[in-house]
């Protein structure tokens, strides 16, 4: 599926009554999990492990 079809399939699960910044909303967390899945497949990615210990500091 291409980015465009990908756009208007989410813009067309939307509500009937979804405002311009609801489609952009929607568009824009798509936009970050497409990314999100870009890094990992190039290996920007860290362990479990790793990312828990980062939580435990940021919780702090």
């Known amino acids: 599926?291409?980015?465009k079809d990908?756009?208007?399939k989410a813009i067309q699960?939307?509500?009937q009554d979804a405002?311009?910044?609801d489609a952009m909303e929607r568009l824009y967390?798509?936009?970050k999990i497409n990314h999100g899945i870009r890094q990992?497949?190039?290996g920007q990615k860290i362990s479990q492990k790793e990312a828990k210990e980062r939580?435990?500091?940021w919780l702090k």
Request: aromatic share 10%.
């Open 1 to 3: 599926m291409t980015v």
């Open 6 to 8: 990908q756009a208007i």
């Open 13 to 15: 699960e939307l509500p």
């Open 19 to 21: 405002s311009i910044e």
């Open 29 to 31: 967390f798509l936009y």
């Open 40 to 42: 990992a497949d190039d």
């Open 55 to 57: 939580m435990k500091n």
